[in-house]
């Protein structure tokens, strides 16, 4: 299995302490040997992915995001981001759900969902919960999904949304606008030669909240096909 080498810990420690163009520029050959590790990480766990699931996303190159930070509306006006990361599309309007890795030091995971649902698709979910929110439930309750990311998470409402009543009894469901789930690893956990098999097992073990989710998203109220 492609491991993640602790050189390319180590290098997003270096580009946190000294996160200027200059230096990047003279530790540019470092940077492409690194960025060639993270490449062939996602290549194989891509590969690993396209076992159990069907993606859009052609390689892992492709799946990395730019380590060049866009400044012009930031308020972090340093270049770069001190982070390997990357997301992985699913095939078709029938598969909903996006999955992404992290890899920073203290603070490297695994997460997939729905970061920024289009404002009929969170209608369209919240009138699921509020008919039926029993399936998530069950599937949010379950071992595998415990175990693995804890709890649903994203940003919430603080009160009901528009058009949904109070006392329903999804209300805690209905005022998410965001359906996120996430497993954090340790650095050693990242530089152990499985990090790959347990990046995939936790991406595997969100297809039944994507499978759900995706149900929801193409059938109408009346649970018809779109």
């Known amino acids: 299995m492609t491991k993640i080498q602790a050189s390319a810990i180590e290098f997003l420690k270096l580009i946190k302490r000294n996160n200027n163009r200059d230096w990047?520029?003279?530790?540019?050959d470092r940077y492409l040997i690194?960025?060639?590790?993270?490449?062939?990480?996602?290549?194989?766990?891509?590969a690993m992915m396209n076992k159990h699931d069907v993606l859009e996303t052609v390689s892992g190159k492709k799946s990395l995001h730019r380590i060049y930070r866009d400044t012009r509306f930031a308020k972090d006006k340093t270049p770069f981001k001190p982070v390997w990361s990357g997301s992985f599309a699913r095939a078709t309007k029938q598969r909903r759900g996006g999955y992404y890795f992290h890899i920073e030091p203290g603070n490297s995971f695994v997460g997939g969902g729905f970061w920024a649902p289009e404002p009929h698709d969170l209608k369209r979910i919240r009138e699921e919960f509020a008919y039926d929110a029993a399936p998530?439930?069950?599937?949010?309750?379950?071992?595998?999904?415990?175990?693995?990311?804890?709890?649903l998470m994203g940003e919430?409402?603080?009160?009901?949304?528009?058009?949904?009543?109070a006392s329903n009894p999804a209300i805690d469901l209905i005022r998410y606008k965001q359906f996120l789930v996430m497993k954090s690893f340790t650095d050693k956990e990242?530089?152990?030669?499985?990090f790959?098999?347990?990046?995939?097992?936790?991406?595997?073990?969100?297809?039944?909240?994507f499978d759900y989710m995706s149900e929801v998203l193409t059938?109408?109220?009346n649970g018809i096909q779109m």
């Open 219 to 221: 059938t109408d109220v």
């Open 156 to 165: 919430q409402v603080k009160t009901s949304p528009k058009g949904f009543d």
């Open 190 to 194: 990242v530089m152990s030669d499985n």
């Open 136 to 151: 998530l439930r069950k599937i949010v309750k379950s071992k595998a999904f415990v175990s693995n990311f804890g709890s």
């Open 196 to 209: 790959v098999k347990q990046a995939n097992d936790a991406f595997k073990n969100m297809r039944p909240f």
């Open 34 to 46: 690194e960025h060639a590790n993270i490449i062939s990480f996602a290549d194989e766990l891509l």
């Open 24 to 28: 990047f520029n003279a530790h540019k």
